[in-house]
T-cell receptor, first 114, second 113 residues
Framework: DSGVTQTPKHLITATGQRVTLRCSPR?????VYWYQQSLDQGLQFLIQ???????AKGNILERFSAQQFPDLHSELNLSSLELGDSALYFC?????????????FGPGTRLLVL | AQSVTQPDIHITVSEGASLELRCNYS??????LFWYVQSPGQGLQLLLK??????LVQGIKGFEAEFKRSQSSFNLRKPSVHWSDAAEYFC???????????FGKGTKLSVIP
C-alpha cells in the first residue's frame, strides 16, 4: 500500500459525459501527478500540482482539467468523453515535486467509455 | 525530448532462472532512472532508483539494476526468479530539472513452473 488513494476504482460512462476522478496523496506529500495508461499510448504524464498550484503540464487534452485543493487532494475532470479516453488513470504523489524524488502511485481508476 | 526504450515486450522465464530486463534512456545530461512493477489490477510499485553514485543499485524483492552511461542503459536483474515476480515492469526517467516521469512501454514477464 503506497498511501495514495484513488476513487472510484472503476467508472463506466457514455460518450459525451463528464466524470471526476479523485486522489488523496500520501500524508505529508505536497505534490500530485496524474498519468494516463492506455494500450496504444502506454503510460503518459498528464499534469502536476504542487501545493495547490499547477507546476507542469504534459500531454493533457483541453477537455481534461485538474486542480489541487487546500487539503492537498486532487481531482481530474474529464469532459466530452470519447471512446479513446478509456484508460487507467493513475495519481502519484511526492514530497515536494522535485526531480530526484520518488513518486508513489495509487491503485488507479479504470475508466470505460461506451 | 526524453525517451525510454524497453526493447522486449514480453519475456518468459522458468522459475529459478536468472532474469535481465533491458532499458535504454535518451536523456543525455543527468538521467534519474527508476524501475517500477505493476501486478495485474494493481498500481505501480517502485523497485529501485538511480540518481548518482554507485552504478549498481539494490532494490526490493531481490532486484538490482546497473547504470551504464556508455551504453545509455539501466538494466534490471534478478538472479533467481519466483512465480510471484510475474508482472509488467516499467523503466522510467525523470532527468535533471524535469518533474514528470517518462516511461518505457513496459516488459511483461511470465514465469513458468
Amino acid at each position: 500500500d503506497s498511501g495514495v488513494t484513488q476513487t472510484p476504482k472503476h467508472l463506466i460512462t457514455a460518450t459525451g459525459q463528464r466524470v471526476t476522478l479523485r486522489c488523496s496523496p500520501r500524508s505529508g506529500d505536497l505534490s500530485v501527478y496524474w498519468y494516463q495508461q492506455s494500450l496504444d499510448q502506454g503510460l503518459q504524464f498528464l499534469i502536476q500540482y504542487y501545493n495547490g498550484e499547477e507546476r507542469a503540464k504534459g500531454n493533457i487534452l483541453e477537455r481534461f482539467s485538474a486542480q489541487q485543493f487546500p487539503d492537498l487532494h486532487s481531482e481530474l475532470n474529464l469532459s466530452s468523453l470519447e471512446l479513446g479516453d478509456s484508460a487507467l488513470y493513475f495519481c502519484a504523489s511526492s514530497v515536494a515535486g522535485r526531480d530526484q524524488e520518488t513518486q508513489y502511485f495509487g491503485p488507479g481508476t479504470r475508466l470505460l467509455v461506451l | 525530448a526524453q525517451s525510454v526504450t524497453q526493447p522486449d515486450i514480453h519475456i518468459t522465464v522458468s522459475e529459478g532462472a536468472s532474469l535481465e530486463l533491458r532499458c535504454n534512456y535518451s536523456y543525455g545530461a543527468t538521467p534519474y532512472l527508476f524501475w517500477y512493477v505493476q501486478s495485474p489490477g494493481q498500481g505501480l510499485q517502485l523497485l529501485l532508483k538511480y540518481f548518482s553514485g554507485d552504478t549498481l543499485v539494490q532494490g526490493i524483492k531481490g532486484f538490482e539494476a546497473e547504470f551504464k552511461r556508455s551504453q545509455s542503459s539501466f538494466n534490471l536483474r534478478k538472479p533467481s526468479v519466483h512465480w510471484s515476480d510475474a508482472a509488467e515492469y516499467f523503466c522510467a526517467d525523470s532527468g535533471a530539472g524535469s518533474y514528470q516521469l517518462t516511461f518505457g512501454k513496459g516488459t511483461k514477464l511470465s514465469v513458468i513452473p
